[in-house]
């Protein structure tokens, strides 16, 4: 089973500022099937980021989506008020895994 | 618009049986795989089932494997999953969702609690 490792835990940022999001894999992740998605409290996730880098239909510029090697990465520049959230990112190159979530929080 | 509308959630003992139901409407249902992701109070994601569009292969998590079944009903547009011999560890918040290279659409979720 690929383990998905996020960091860090909690990222405490202002608006404005950049987020970047750590999502380690513990082996290779075939065709860099990796995706990215923010969840509020009390709502269901959205999609942000589907096969590593591919920003899903609707969302901001403002996030993105890298990879090297086993580490994919998560970057929102200059952060919304409505950005912050929980993160999530999920395999499905073997199987699906999740990591267990990065929540970005107002400083 | 795609909807997903989960329902049968609720308060059952250990050991106990429910059947989750998911309606699907605003897309061709049977030209997708769909899921049942479950999320604990105050935790993360975990995939619980997914199947096949065309329901011939399924797929659970080793935690439910045995105990959990999913299918569907193309006709009638519908995600089932079928819980048996539940444990108060299977309490979650539990999503429908649609699978599209990640779940791009979700359901508003049922809860469901085990406990005696």
């Given at each position: 089973?690929?383990?998905?490792?996020?960091?860090?835990?909690?990222?405490?940022?202002?608006?404005?500022?950049?987020?970047?999001?750590?999502?380690?894999?513990?082996?290779?992740?075939?065709?860099?099937?990796?995706?990215?998605?923010?969840?509020?409290?009390?709502?269901?996730?959205?999609?942000?980021?589907?096969?590593?880098?591919?920003?899903?239909?609707?969302?901001?510029?403002?996030?993105?989506?890298?990879?090297?090697?086993?580490?994919?990465?998560?970057?929102?520049?200059?952060?919304?008020?409505?950005?912050?959230?929980?993160?999530?990112?999920?395999?499905?190159?073997?199987?699906?895994?999740?990591?267990?979530?990065?929540?970005?929080?107002?400083? | 618009?795609?909807?997903l509308?989960?329902?049968?959630?609720?308060?059952?003992?250990?050991?106990?049986?429910?059947t989750l139901s998911c309606a699907a409407?605003?897309?061709t249902f049977s030209d997708y795989y769909m899921g049942w992701?479950?999320?604990?109070?105050?935790?993360?994601?975990?995939?619980?089932s997914y199947i096949s569009g065309s329901g011939t292969a399924t797929f659970?998590?080793?935690?439910?494997?045995?105990?959990?079944t999913i299918s569907r009903d193309n006709a009638k547009n519908s995600l089932f999953l079928q819980?048996?011999?539940?444990?108060?560890?299977?309490?979650?918040?539990?999503?429908c969702a649609r699978w599209?290279?990640?779940?791009?659409?979700?359901?508003?979720?049922?809860?469901?609690?085990?406990?005696?």
């Amino acid at each position: 089973e690929i383990v998905l490792t996020q960091s860090p835990g909690t990222l405490s940022l202002s608006p404005g500022e950049t987020a970047t999001l750590s999502c380690r894999a513990s082996q290779s992740i075939s065709n860099n099937y990796l995706t990215w998605y923010q969840q509020k409290p009390g709502q269901a996730p959205r999609r942000l980021i589907h096969g590593a880098f591919n920003r899903a239909t609707g969302i901001p510029d403002r996030f993105s989506g890298s990879v090297s090697g086993t580490d994919f990465t998560l970057t929102i520049r200059s952060l919304e008020p409505e950005d912050f959230a929980v993160y999530y990112c999920q395999q499905y190159g073997n199987s699906w895994t999740f990591g267990q979530g990065t929540k970005v929080e107002m400083k | 618009q795609v909807q997903l509308v989960e329902s049968g959630g609720g308060l059952v003992k250990p050991g106990e049986s429910l059947t989750l139901s998911c309606a699907a409407s605003g897309f061709t249902f049977s030209d997708y795989y769909m899921g049942w992701v479950r999320q604990a109070p105050g935790s993360g994601l975990d995939w619980a089932s997914y199947i096949s569009g065309s329901g011939t292969a399924t797929f659970h998590a080793d935690s439910v494997k045995g105990r959990f079944t999913i299918s569907r009903d193309n006709a009638k547009n519908s995600l089932f999953l079928q819980m048996n011999s539940l444990r108060a560890e299977d309490s979650a918040v539990y999503y429908c969702a649609r699978w599209n290279g990640g779940f791009d659409y979700w359901g508003q979720g049922t809860l469901v609690t085990v406990s005696s």
